[in-house]
């Protein structure tokens, strides 16, 4: 774009970004008021941003061998929801990506091709599930970059190695972590491993082939202590630590500032449900991943996976969202599981819909209305200067109602008021204060 070409584009580009979309069927149909406020705030933007949490399935194509509790297989045709939801560029980098292997992520890409929606953060190797997704608007471009820190194993993508072609799948973000325990109960564990076979030292023979990132975080060999796999250090107190692999952390940044060399403005998202104390808080390795995301050129870096909602932070003037929902929960709909989800449930000769049934009694997410609260963002990024962004409180369980519906409302109520309230005051634990506009039901940033 020539100088002065760029001079007469709009200086402040509006993206509207929700959390998980774990659809199992229709929205379209659904006419409540509080509903349709919800996919027009979403629609206003310049650009509309999601997490598609679920495969668009073409094609009769066999289960992972495991997935997250459930199978998240939608039909193809659910694409079009995506479509009439707005949506310019959604993020298939989740913990259910690899829930029908290879061909499922296939099914999905062609799908979204088709719509014309752009997606990051899984690809047919790591360099391509690493590359950033553009969308072009009268206000500039914006690129979108995608890595998960939540996926089963084999789901991750990989590198091409000696002759032989890279694997398809997600955009990792590893891990390590380590737990402190008091010296008391480190010396129980040492007694313990020390009557148990080698496996419960970390001495089994595979162990030399995996890349451990707990010991190369660098605590003393007489401190630490590896049990069934898990790491824990010999400490005063009790505690729970964790930071990122620093390959990926590298991988990331270089993401983040290929994609500023192609773009006028960079969001990265991020898909992570674990924590080390607090739910409603991040994880130490996802902060520092958030904050390396920003210091590398991202405009804002967007969170989700954690059922409900987590706090904001500003770093460097620019809005980190460490957990923003779902927008979209449906999981007892999908019209098909594979025979290993109903034998998790000793079910196997059960109907589907016993076997959900079966899972609804068991699973949390139904004790706990927390899990169905949500945000809707509004981020204007400007050209010059750090963004400005609005938080619109979602509910996918209604008042009134037994059950959740699964489906967004636009919560201008008391429960809205008291979702941003509790945004609010999370996020001051982190530094930042936001404003709650009662009359708009919305929380400003800084």
């Not at 194509?61 to 459930?70: E, H, K, S």
């Not at 296939?106 to 953060?121: D, K």
């Not at 789901?155 to 325990?181: C, D, K």
């Not at 590398?296 to 932070?313: K, L, P």
Request: proline share 6%; net charge negative.
């Amino acid at each position: 774009m020539s100088k002065s070409a760029a001079d007469a584009c709009p200086r402040t580009l509006t993206l509207a970004a929700v959390g998980d979309l774990y659809l199992g069927s229709p929205l379209r149909g659904e006419a409540h008021p509080a509903f349709l406020d919800a996919v027009q705030t979403l629609r206003s933007a310049d650009v509309r941003l999601a997490n598609l949490e679920c495969l668009l399935l073409g094609d009769d194509l066999a289960g992972a061998a495991q997935a997250p509790g459930a199978w998240a297989g939608a039909p193809a045709s659910l694409g079009s929801e995506l479509q009439w939801l707005g949506l310019d560029v959604v993020s298939t980098a989740n913990n259910h990506a690899g829930d029908y292997g290879d061909a499922g992520l296939s099914s999905t890409w062609e799908a979204l091709r088709q719509l014309g929606i752009a997606q990051a953060g899984t690809g047919t190797d790591l360099a391509a599930a690493r590359q950033p997704a553009y969308v072009d608007t009268p206000a500039g471009r914006l690129a979108v970059i995608a890595a998960s820190s939540s996926y089963l194993p084999q789901a991750r993508a990989g590198r091409p190695g000696v002759g032989v072609p890279g694997r398809p799948g997600v955009a990792p973000l590893r891990f390590g972590t380590a737990h402190r325990i008091d010296a008391e109960a480190f010396a129980a564990l040492q007694r313990i491993a020390a009557q148990l076979p080698a496996q419960a030292q970390g001495r089994h023979r595979e162990r030399a082939l995996a890349r451990d990132y707990d010991r190369e975080h660098g605590a003393a060999e007489a401190d630490a202590l590896s049990f069934f796999g898990t790491e824990f250090i010999r400490s005063d107190g009790y505690a729970t630590e964790s930071w990122p692999a620093p390959d990926d952390l590298q991988d990331l940044e270089d993401s983040v500032r290929q994609a500023g060399e192609h773009a006028d403005f960079v969001v990265a998202c991020l898909h992570t449900h674990e924590f080390d104390h607090d739910p409603q808080h991040p994880a130490a390795f996802a902060q520092v991943a958030c904050r390396r995301a920003i210091e590398a050129g991202a405009d804002a870096v967007i969170g989700h996976g954690e059922h409900g909602v987590r706090a904001v932070e500003i770093w460097q003037g620019k809005p980190i969202f460490y957990g923003i929902g779902a927008f979209v929960f449906q999981p007892y709909r999908y019209p098909r599981q594979p025979a290993d989800f109903l034998e998790a449930y000793a079910m196997r000769d059960a109907t589907l819909a016993q076997a959900y049934q079966a899972r609804r009694e068991r699973a949390g997410f139904f004790q706990r209305l927390d899990y169905w609260e949500a945000m809707l963002l509004r981020l204007s990024l400007h050209r010059h200067g750090s963004p400005s962004f609005e938080i619109h409180p979602i509910t996918l369980w209604q008042p009134g109602h037994d059950t959740p519906t699964g489906v967004p409302h636009l919560a201008r109520n008391a429960d809205g008021i008291g979702l941003l309230e509790k945004i609010a005051a999370c996020s001051r634990q982190h530094g930042t204060r936001l404003r709650l506009d009662e009359k708009a039901c919305v929380l400003h940033g800084p």
